[in-house]
Structure formats: C-alpha cells, structure tokens
C-alpha cells in the first residue's frame, strides 16, 4: 500500500505503509532479496577505486578479514550471533557513511530517520548493545530473545588453523589486527 502526504511546504511524497513503519529502506516499500544484491567484487565503474593504494588496501584487508567471520559465524550456525554481530559491524558501515556524507553540508539528510545530532550517540550505543549482546550469545547465554550458543560450537581457532582454513584470507587478518594494535598503541614484538 502507497501513502501520499504533503509536507507544510506542499511537497508531495509518495511513499509505502512500509517505509513509514521502517520494515524497508525503500521509498517504494521494496524488500531486498539476496539474489538483488551484487557481489562485493563484481565488476562494474563504483567498485574500481583510483588513485591511492590506501583505500584499495584498506577494502581488501577488511573485506577479506569479513569472509573469515562470516565463516566462523556459518560454522557457529546461530542466528543470533549472527544477527548481533552483523549488526555490530552494520553501524560500523553506517556510522562511517554518515560522517562522509554529512560532511557536506549541502548533501540532504532526508535519507536518514534519526537526525544528525543524535545518529553518533546512538549508533555507538546500538553498537555497543549488538556486542553485548553477542557477547552473551557466544557464551552459551540466551538474552531475551536471542538464543545463546551450544557449547563449543565455535570453532577450536589459532594462527595456524586459520590460515588453513582460510588461506587466501588469513594474512589480510592478521594484517587488519596488527594495524588496529598499533592504532591502539600496541608496540610490535622484535621476534
């Protein structure tokens, strides 16, 4: 079902029941399928990065360190360490985008419900929840309705066992970690 309402400036929207309730993104109500949604590398002119190797590093490092969580998480099998841990990094994604995009003052904000002033203060919070959350649930305990893992169902992990598994991902993890140890002030080892 579609709504049309005016604003007090007589602009018309035309928008879905579902977007005004916030169960889709989109103005039209469209849900998004798995199928809709294009692979990461796929090839097309907004995935070819130009210029510095900083960014095109960072997209590697981060996107291939995300296949071994989300590998650890399909062997796991628990939708809510999934669920929670997906949208720890989701408001990672989000709150990244916004300081970009709001950046430039003259960009609308009408692409967002929460106002700007707020959207730091609460995705932190919403962040610092889904961690929490998923916390417990990798814990084996079951927080309101988000059902805690079975004991040791995740996976026996070390260096060495990631890299087997995980061979054309691993070094860009143990990359990712050892760059946001120094970025925490942790000095390198002189091994």
């Not at 035309?14 to 199928?35: F, M, N, Q, W």
């Not at 985008?97 to 995705?123: E, H, T």
Request: proline share 5%; charged share 25%.
């Amino acid at each position: 079902m579609r709504v049309g309402f005016r604003r007090e400036s007589g602009e018309f929207y035309d928008v879905s029941c579902d977007y005004l309730l916030g169960r889709s993104p989109h103005r039209s109500g469209a849900t998004i399928k798995v199928e809709d949604i294009p692979e990461p590398d796929s090839v097309g002119k907004e995935n070819v990065l130009k210029g510095s190797l900083l960014p095109v590093l960072n997209k590697k490092l981060i996107a291939n360190s995300l296949n071994i969580i989300f590998g650890i998480l399909q062997k796991a099998g628990n939708k809510s360490l999934t669920s929670e841990v997906s949208a720890y990094l989701n408001l990672s994604i989000y709150k990244s985008f916004r300081l970009l995009y709001s950046a430039n003052s003259k960009n609308p904000q009408g692409m967002f419900s929460v106002p700007q002033k707020l959207s730091d203060g609460r995705s932190s919070a919403a962040q610092d929840i889904a961690l929490s959350n998923a916390g417990c649930v990798a814990d084996g305990e079951s927080v309101e309705n988000l059902k805690g893992l079975e004991k040791d169902k995740l996976p026996e992990l070390s260096p060495e066992k990631i890299s087997e598994e995980y061979p054309l991902f691993a070094s860009s993890l143990f990359n990712l970690i050892q760059n946001a140890e120094t970025r925490m002030g942790a000095k390198k080892d002189s091994k």
